[in-house]
């Protein structure tokens, strides 16, 4: 599943101390990434790009660079669960990547890695996901996957709803948007994730320091 729509607002970041505190695994078999992860999260998000059969060559490319390294590390720095890893005999299985933005929560990607694919993962993962979510911040799960692909009928489970089918929509091609409701009770809205230079220096450092 794809959402390939601009940027990731985000409400203001937590502390980094919080966040990696908070990064501890919760029931089921799903824990939030550490950046630690990032470098495999990363090869393995050129990979199911790479390997799809349901997006052209300038869209693998755009979205490659547009989920990369450094804005990895923003979200899971923001808050670690908008990165979830889905784990399998104690071992990274797969990964979720969400992003706020506005009062809706975004799925980018849902993946099973090949090796340890299996129905059920999948099926936990996303159960996951939305019961952590379900916590009052947001209006809605929102994602976008293109006609044709199997995970339509894993969203239409889920109770996920098939809001349109938009039309020569991203370099020309149609995308099925979905829409799962929830019940928002926070007051106020996130505002943006934007690093502006500053975050761009910092994020360079701790990438040269590997942290």
């Not at 797969?94 to 809706?104: C, R, V």
């Not at 911040?137 to 889920?158: D, E, M, S």
């Not at 009770?185 to 910092?202: A, F, S």
Request: charged share 25%; aromatic share 10%; glycine share 6%.
């Amino acid at each position: 599943m794809s959402d390939i729509s601009v940027a990731a607002p985000a409400r203001p970041a937590r502390p980094l101390a919080a966040t990696e505190r908070k990064a501890a695994r919760t029931p089921g078999p799903v824990r939030a990434a550490t950046l630690a992860d990032v470098d495999l999260i990363y090869q393995r998000v050129c990979e199911v790009i790479d390997t799809s059969p349901y997006y052209s060559d300038l869209f693998k490319t755009f979205e490659k660079q547009r989920l990369n390294k450094r804005y990895l590390r923003s979200l899971i720095k923001a808050d670690p669960w908008y990165v979830m890893v889905i784990v399998a005999d104690n071992e990274p299985a797969g990964f979720m990547i969400t992003s706020p933005q506005y009062g809706a929560l975004w799925l980018h990607w849902s993946y099973i890695f090949p090796e340890k694919r299996r129905a059920s993962l999948a099926m936990a993962g996303l159960k996951s996901l939305i019961r952590h979510f379900d916590n009052g911040r947001f209006h809605k799960i929102a994602t976008y996957t293109k006609p044709g692909n199997p995970a339509v009928a894993l969203l239409h489970r889920f109770k996920f709803d098939h809001i349109c089918t938009l039309e020569n929509h991203i370099f020309g091609e149609d995308y099925m948007l979905f829409e799962k409701p929830l019940n928002k009770t926070e007051q106020g809205y996130d505002m943006g994730m934007g690093v502006g230079l500053m975050g761009r220096i910092k994020e360079r450092i701790l990438s040269l320091l590997h942290l």
